[in-house]
Nanobody, 124 residues
Framework: QVQLVESGGGSVQTGGSLRLSCVAS????????MAWFRQAPGKEREAVAS???????AYANAVKGRFTISKDNTKNTLYLQMNSLTPEDTAMYYC??????????????????WGQGTQVTVSS
């Protein structure tokens, strides 16, 4: 059974940084389709950053230049480096994985597996 376990969330002040990790089991990160999503209280879940099977990355406009998605195939782990955080980044962050190959971005409804989430809180 595929499991995605996120960690690395926490509370930081504006301008701070965090690195989120998503460890995958029974799922191969290499050449995979994976993404980070977030959901703030009272708001819909939104895409943050993603990889496709060709290692192309995509970012939401709100995080471009501040967040970086990466992965370590040897550790089967997906990362999200978040810099210059603002209160608007406060949300629960989720890792998602698609069962198969893909090109480009997927809609959140297409992802097969989800982690339990890790909370990020940014104070002013």
């Amino acid at each position: 059974q595929v499991q995605l376990v996120e960690s690395g969330g926490g509370s930081v002040q504006t301008g701070g940084s965090l690195r989120l990790s998503c460890v995958a089991s029974v799922y191969t990160v290499r050449r995979s389709c994976m993404a980070w999503f977030r959901q703030a209280p009272g708001k819909e879940r939104e895409a943050v950053a993603s990889y496709d099977s060709y290692d192309n990355t995509a970012y939401a406009n709100a995080v471009k230049g501040r967040f970086t998605i990466s992965k370590d195939n040897t550790k089967n782990t997906l990362y999200l480096q978040m810099n210059s955080l603002t209160p608007e980044d406060t949300a629960m962050y989720y890792c998602a994985a698609y069962d198969g190959g893909c090109y480009g971005q997927l809609h959140q409804s297409q992802y097969h597996y989800w982690g339990q989430g890790t909370q990020v809180t940014v104070s002013s």
